[in-house]
């Protein structure tokens, strides 16, 4: 079995990257790591079961309880865990556990020194009775004599016994269970930026079919029907009423917008007729011909509405924006007594009951390549990848381009290009965007595939009050279950999670579609209602985001993730660069090392075949006559005795 998954620092893995079994065949021969390759490969299949199919915890029993003669023991009974590696631990009768040798030897383990007994005061102190996984080598025989270079010395272990001990850790040890809101949470990045962009998305969204209608119908006239003079009449006849009094408080100040706002849209729906359909306008709603004393309403009502104090009435500034257009673009396009004629998609903006003012304006623009920005950064750093073709269609949307923030009073007016490329922004980036939370929702629902280096399996939570244990918790340790432990925290919610998930994961991608604007004849465009109210999200993907994110009585909340952005130094970058060149240069030499070994065999192979060669002889000995005493040998030629030397005075002979 290969190991590709090393620590990232010349490490090998505990886990195999791909599994390799033996294969025999006659006439094998066999050695001990073609037995022990299948042996490594049925352990590791099992463990991988183990921790995919079920995931770490307690199979069954493994209960603690206290002593029956109390002190500082529990009892734990027999049963089967399974720890984060998949190992089986199988404890075969009851232990008596003895927490406070085994907090003792977590204290000098972690001081480093023994400090006496661990019965000093402070009041109860809180534990986790933990079973660890052990391999103990036994059985050890003598080898038989083989020819391998470096023999082992002695008896060798024949056996690994499988068996566990009790340690003591933190009380608060981490849960292996998975929260699908965790994945959904990190695809979202930090809640509360993504709740802002989500909310400007919204604000955003409730004005896209507005602005489409605007923009394709510029000159033409706007429904005015019953429900337009209901909300006329009952507008101007509050106005009316609640019009003496001073600076209003903020939930009148709330009411009086919102009444400013009914009455300017019916007046601005009046204002796209022409004289004719004034006319009978008047004749089919006899109200409307109060319409030049209602400017004059609306004009006070807005000067009373300047003096009040608007970050206390709209705490939301999203929907500050909104209410100070209103206040804006009524006394600039409705007040004056013909209205304002030079603004017809300002006005026809305002008769759907959405008035777009150039601060309001400079706003959606900031807030569109925010969105963006928002997108494409989660994209990059998520990883779902379910939909294909986000990033480019996300990439795609021509933005308008920013604009200075104007004063909050700014009348400034806008071209139809311009409103037909922020509808058309609009439109793609907040069908994006349900694009990109579609897909993250419908992502958590897989628990992920998780490498922990924690092997140990939490058995309870025990408390000691000195030396004695007074008292023993089992119940919130992870049980394995059908399905693993990852699924057993939020089972109760899968089944409501799956069928939101098949509507909307397996239903055709979000696409916006423009209103319907007829050819002839008055545009029927609705009224927007409760535009400065914040109501709940609706919907399959609101419900399936909330209950991901929502936890339920006694579930673990979703775990949030603190993202780090790490850049690379120039140093480290210049170093990388060097050792690549010198890894290439080591290449370059090693191969031609490799050619001047090869020279040398050749040289060498040529030398050998020289040697084994017989010496070639000059030529051939004559015959001995017949009878003639044989000749001596060849030999070298016999050295001439030297005559002894005579020493000289002082020497020895």
């Known amino acids: 079995m290969g190991t590709g998954c090393g620590c990232g620092c010349g490490g090998a893995s505990a886990r195999p990257s791909a599994f390799v079994r033996p294969r025999f065949f006659a006439g094998q021969l066999l050695t001990e790591d073609d037995l022990g390759l299948l042996v490594d490969y049925t352990t590791a299949k099992n463990r991988l079961h183990n921790r995919s199919l079920y995931g770490p915890g307690v199979v069954r029993g493994l209960e603690v309880a206290c002593a029956p003669c109390g002190g500082g023991t529990v009892v734990v009974r027999p049963g089967h865990a399974l720890d984060p590696e998949g190992h089986d631990i199988v404890v075969p009768c009851a232990e008596s556990v003895d927490v406070r040798a085994l907090v003792q030897e977590q204290r000098v383990a972690s001081l480093g020194a023994d400090c006496g007994e661990p019965c000093d005061g402070g009041g109860p102190r809180r534990y986790g009775l933990f079973v660890r996984y052990e391999e103990s080598q036994v059985e050890p025989v003598a080898p038989y004599a083989t020819e391998e270079p470096c023999p082992s010395p002695g008896c060798v272990p024949s056996r690994l016994r499988e068996g566990f001990r009790f340690v003591i850790g933190r009380a608060d040890a981490d849960d292996h269970r998975h929260n699908p809101g965790t994945l959904l949470l990190a695809a979202l990045g930090d809640l509360t930026r993504a709740e802002d962009v989500r909310n400007r998305d919204r604000r955003l969204g409730r004005h896209v079919d507005a602005l489409f209608a605007a923009s394709l119908a510029p000159g033409r006239t706007f429904r005015f029907d019953a429900a337009d003079g209901k909300r006329y009449t009952e507008g101007l006849a ?56 209602a400017r004059g309403v609306l004009g006070a009502a807005c000067e009373r509405l300047a003096g009040t104090d608007t970050e206390a009435v709209w705490p939301n500034p999203l929907t500050r924006s909104i209410a100070r257009a209103v206040v804006t673009e009524t006394r600039a396009r409705i007040v004056p007594a013909q209205g304002d004629p030079d603004a017809p998609l300002e006005v026809r903006l305002l008769a759907q009951g959405t008035p777009l003012s150039h601060a309001l304006q400079a706003e959606f623009r900031a807030d569109l390549h925010l969105v963006r920005d928002w997108l494409l950064g989660r994209l990059d750093l998520s990883t779902v990848d379910t939909d294909c073709a986000l990033r480019s269609d996300t990439v795609r949307v021509d933005l308008p381009p920013p604009l200075p923030t104007p004063p909050p009073d700014s009348v400034e007016k806008v071209t139809a290009a311009d409103l037909r490329q922020i509808a058309e922004a609009i439109a793609a980036l907040t069908t994006a965007v349900r694009r990109f939370l579609t897909e993250a929702a419908c992502a958590a629902l897989s628990p992920p595939h998780s490498d922990t280096t924690d092997t140990d399996v939490l058995l309870a939570r025990v408390e000691l009050d000195g030396c004695d244990v007074v008292r023993v918790c089992f119940a919130t340790r992870e049980q394995v279950l059908p399905g693993g432990s990852a699924y057993g925290e939020w089972l109760p919610k899968l089944y409501r999670l799956r069928e939101l998930a098949g509507r909307l994961c397996y239903g055709p991608v979000p696409r916006y579609r423009q209103p319907d604007i007829p050819a002839e004849g008055p545009v029927p465009r609705p009224y927007a209602e409760a535009l400065l109210d914040d109501p709940p999200p609706t919907g399959d993907l609101e419900e399936m985001l909330c209950v991901l994110l929502t936890p339920a009585p006694g579930e673990t909340p979703p775990k949030a993730l603190h993202e780090q952005l790490r850049t690379t130094p120039s140093e480290v970058t210049d170093s990388h660069r060097e050792l690549a060149l010198l890894r290439t240069r080591v290449t370059e030499l090693t191969s031609a090392l490799d050619g001047l070994r090869a020279e040398l065999d050749g040289v060498r192979e040529q030398a050998g075949r020289a040697a084994d060669r017989p010496p070639e002889r000059p030529g051939r000995r004559p015959k001995e006559p017949e009878g003639a005493p044989p000749s001596a040998p060849a030999g070298p030629p016999a050295r001439k005795p030297r005559a002894p030397r005579t020493p000289k005075s002082g020497e020895t002979a």
Request: proline content about 7%.
């Open 238 to 293: 509050w106005l009316r009423e609640n019009g003496d009094g001073g600076t209003p408080t903020p939930q009148a100040a709330r009411t009086t917008t919102e009444h400013v706002r009914a009455v300017a849209a019916a007046i601005a729906r009046y204002d796209t007729y022409d004289r004719a359909g004034q006319e009978q306008l008047l004749r089919d709603y006899p109200d409307l011909a109060g319409v030049p004393d």
